[in-house]
Every structure is written in C-alpha cells, then in structure tokens.
Nanobody
Framework: EVQLVESGGGLVQPGGSLRLSCVAS????????MSWVRQAPGKGPEWVAG????????YYADSVKGRFTISKDNAKNTLNLQMNYLEPEDTAVYYC????????RGQGTQVTVSS
C-alpha cells in the first residue's frame, strides 16, 4: 500500500520560512519522480514543484521559482520542500504526490502565511 505522510506545516509570518517533509512507503521511492502540489481554499490544485527519480533535475512553478527548493533523499525515502520568503498567497494545503496522472498523494499539511 502506497503511503505518503507530510509534515512541517504551520503558521508563519510573511517573509518567513518553513520546511515540509514527506515520508514515502509502499513503493520503490528511488524509482519515482515526485511532486509537491498545493490547494488554497476555494481553488483547484496547483502544481508547485517536481523532481526526477534520482533527485538530480528539479522543476518549479513560476510563482515559487527562486523561493522554494525541492529535494529527494532516496536513502531515507523522503521528499522535502524548503520554502523561503513566504507570501500570504502561499497559504494552502500542501501535498506530496507521485508524479504523473493518477499518482497517489498524501493527506496534506496546512501552511498558513499571515501576520
């Protein structure tokens, strides 16, 4: 059974930082490209960042480029998202997801950026 468990969300002031983590199990993590997606209240899902199976190549939405960094630790079956210079518009539930159509996602972790 595929399991993806996110953690690290919380309340942070604008300009602050958070680091999200996702522990994966139930599939061969080292062979999987992964993504972070987010969903703000009243909006549809938004792809945020992706990484290839080796962790070498990364991709970012324009809205987070230069502020967020995705990384993958295949030895620990862990996907991370370092988020710096957070803005109120980044407020959303963040999900770790297997890349591609039909990929499984976790239960999400809430990120709230507010003063």
């Amino acid at each position: 059974e595929v399991q993806l468990v996110e953690s690290g969300g919380g309340l942070v002031q604008p300009g602050g930082s958070l680091r999200l983590s996702c522990v994966a199990s139930g599939f061969t993590f080292s062979s999987a490209a992964m993504s972070w997606v987010r969903q703000a209240p009243g909006k549809g899902p938004e792809w945020v960042a992706g990484i290839d199976r080796s962790g070498t190549t990364t991709y970012y939405a324009d809205s987070v480029k230069g502020r967020f960094t995705i990384s993958k630790d295949n030895a620990k079956n862990t996907l991370n998202l370092q988020m710096n210079y957070l803005e109120p518009e980044d407020t959303a539930v963040y999900y770790c997801k297997q890349a591609g159509p039909g990929g499984m996602r976790g239960q999400g972790t809430q990120v709230t950026v507010s003063s």
